[in-house]
C-alpha cells in the first residue's frame, strides 16, 4: 500500500512485527494527548497501519489456502 503521507515512508519494507509496534506505539500516544488535532491525524496514521497489516494477513491466508492439502476435499461427498 502506498500511504499517502508526508509523516510516514514506504512501510511496505517494514516486517509485520514492526508495523505492529508502530500500531502499539501510536495507539499509546493517541491515548496520551488531549490535543484533538494530534488525535485526528494520530488516528489517520494508525489507519494507515492497520490496513497494512490487514492487507499483509489476507494475503498470507490466501497462500496458506492455495497451499492446503486438496486431497482431504475428495474425502466427504455430499450427494
Avoid at 9 to 24: G, R, T, Y
Avoid at 42 to 67: D, F, G, H, M
Amino acid at each position: 500500500m502506498t500511504a499517502i503521507n508526508p509523516l510516514i515512508d514506504d512501510i511496505s519494507n517494514l516486517k509485520d512485527a514492526e508495523v505492529e509496534s508502530k500500531i502499539q506505539d501510536l495507539s499509546k500516544k493517541y491515548w496520551l494527548t488531549r490535543n484533538p488535532s494530534v488525535k485526528m491525524q494520530i488516528a489517520n496514521l494508525l489507519e494507515i497501519y492497520k490496513e497494512e497489516l490487514s492487507t499483509r494477513r489476507a494475503k498470507a491466508w490466501e497462500q496458506q489456502y492455495q497451499k492446503r492439502n486438496k486431497d482431504l476435499d475428495d474425502l466427504i461427498k455430499v450427494n
